[in-house]
Each structure stands twice: as C-alpha cells, then as structure tokens.
C-alpha cells in the first residue's frame, strides 16, 4: 500500500527514444554491429571555443549557485540573438534559462495549465509534449498534419480541433520527427487565428538553423507585435551547438509567465549549471562556422538517405525541410510475416529491423503516426551507407 505511485506516475510513460537507445547500447556492448539510426542528437562536438569558455569557468571558479533563472550575461546572449537571427526584441526579464529547452517546456506546462485545460499538439509530434501536458493534467488535443501534403500544419487543422478549452497551440517547426517547417503563409493564418480565438502560442524553435534547401525559420513571434504578446519562444543550444550533454534551453515571452517559469523552476532545479551558461554564452556570440559545417554535412546524407530510401518499393518518404530525421511510409509492409511472427504496427517493423538488420529505428507510434519510422541521419555517412543496405535487403525480404 505505501508503495503505491501516484496516479501522475503511473500516467508517465518514459521516453521510448531513449529506451531505445539503451537497447541499441546494449546490443553494442554485446558486440553487436549496429547501424543507429535512433539517435536525437548531432554525432558533432561541440566547438572547441565553446569547451574553452567552459574550462575558463571552471578555472575561475564559476561554480556556485547562480540567478535561478539563468545569469544575466547569457539573458543578454540570448537577447542578442533572437534579435540577430530572429528579428524579436526581448529584455533579460522576458527570458529564462532551463536546464534544456524540455525543462523550459515543462515549466511552461507547469505555469499555464490544468486540469480542464486543452492544448493543441500538431501530430506527428514530438512525444514530449502531449506527456508533459498529461503530467499536469491537461489534455493534449491533436491537430492532424497529412503526408500528401508534406505534413505540413495548416490553419484549417488547428481551427477544426479548437474548443471553448482550448488554451494554447503547440508549434514545433522544424518539426522533429517530420522535419517539415510550417509555410510563411500558414504561420501568418495560425497567428491571427490565436488572435481571433485568444489562444496562447508555444514555439518550439529547436532545430531552426537545421534547414534546407532554401528554407529559412520564422519565428511566429517576429510577425507581428499582437502574436508576440501570447508567444512563448522556445529554444536550445542542443542541437544547433552539438551540446545535448550540456543542458541549456530557454523561453523568451511574456514577462509574467517567464516569471511563474522561474519561481516554479527555482523550487525544482534551481539554477542550469553554471559552467554549462557560460558555455551557452560562447555558443551564442561565438563563431558559427561549426554550425556552417555541420549543416552542409547533413544535407548531405539528408539527401543521400531520402534516395535511398526513395527507391525502395513499398516505401515513400516525403522530403524533410529541416532538423536531422526522415520519416518513412512503411505501413504497405505491414500484414507481412516473419518466421511466423507477423509485422503488423510500426513497433513491430522496428523490432523486426533491429532484430534482423541491426537497424535502430524509432517507431512511428511514439510520434502519433503508426504508418511510420523515424531515422535519425546524425551519424557518420558510412553508417549511413552500410544502414541503407541493411535497410534495403530487411524490406526486399519483406517482399518475398
Ligand atoms: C522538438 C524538440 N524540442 C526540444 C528538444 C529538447 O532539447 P533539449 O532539452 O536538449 O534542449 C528536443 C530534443 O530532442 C526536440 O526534438
């Protein structure tokens, strides 16, 4: 009896990526060669400048308890660069820094809603959200996103699941697992929408300067100055920076809901870890030539892997905008049999890829599309080259 968890607890699922990535760990450790497809993080170190301005904490010892909120230089740091890449103006009490932009979103979660309320989450989804949002009682609404049409949002998807409940819209654009980035056009009807309906905005910015083929990120809250009073931006150094281990995020919004995020923040965590703000401040002002490098190497083997997988019957995947993930079609698979054990669900095509090819994958259901896998291509174009193999002789097989 006194062992019994909490209703909240026993609602939690854990993150299915990273349980992933242990399975694929161990199969490492065993001696297993495998092609890790799974991962949610650039295979890049960080740049050096950054590790540098992390040691010079240390040695200076900038070790203690900070600001809970984050230290002013990196507040002014990251004002510096929504306004340099993103055109927004924000003063330091407008922004907090989490440790990671999941902790930034929970605090937003914590701060705004409850039971009763609704959140939009457009779907395939990062799963994150909709558990954060159980996890203080509210409840994730999904707006569905098609794949003919590049799942990219449209008004019309978010407008047909609003209710008297409705509270906020989930934005997440480059969309992890889809990688598609929501048009200029949309952006601008979504908004008025929020306006219309008095709906608050969550911008989940996390893979913005991970785009390709022309594409470039708007932030919704640069359109005007009527959307940018119920935005909350949110952003990272993770993935733009290769510093996942670091655990920097941050939000930048209205000064009164930062300021609930940082007293609800200064009972859990309190301060991000000082040496890593200071790293973030590197980060930010720093040189980008990293990142340069980092995104001319991803399109490639965006490019490479979506041929690939483009030329495989039976699979088709729509060409991602932004971030580091495809997100094939595999569903004409299903209803397959495999050594008498049929494949018939996207957790089952992952387990059959993993079990036979040593593929890791993500299954699609963890993002709320069952039709799909989710492949991460940050990891080396050789892994990628031998992964597309494999991939391709698991699903001739598949055929018979
Ligand atoms: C869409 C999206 N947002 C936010 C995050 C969280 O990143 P972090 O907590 O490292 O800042 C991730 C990580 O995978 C993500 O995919």
Known sequence: MILNLSRRAKGASPSATLAIAAIAKRMKAEGIDVVDFGLGEPDFETPAHV???AITAIRDGFTRYTAAAGIDELKQAIATKLKRDNGLSYSPADIIVSCGSKHSLFNIAEALFEAGDEVIVPAPYWVTYTEQIRLVDAQPVIAQTREEDGFHLTREAVESVITPKTKAILLNSPCNPTGAMIPLEQLRKIAALAVERDLLIISD??????TYDGHTHVSIASLDEQIKRRTIVVNTVSKAYAMTGWRIGYAAGPAEIIKAMGAIQSQVTSNPTSIAQKAAVAAL???HDDLRTMVVEFDRRRRFLLNRLNTIPGITCTNPEGAFYLFPNVSSFYGATVNGRP???SAEMADYLLQS???VSV?????GSDAHLR????TSMETIGVGAERIERAFGA???
Do not use: D, M, Q, T
């Open 357 to 359: 090819a040593h593929v």
């Open 343 to 345: 494949i018939s669900n």
């Open 205 to 210: 910015e996390a893979y913005e300067s991970l």
């Open 398 to 400: 598949l055929r018979g």
């Open 375 to 378: 492949l991460s291509y940050a």
């Open 363 to 367: 299954p699609g259901s963890e993002f």
């Open 285 to 287: 002002l720093g040189p």
């Open 51 to 53: 590790k540098e301005a």
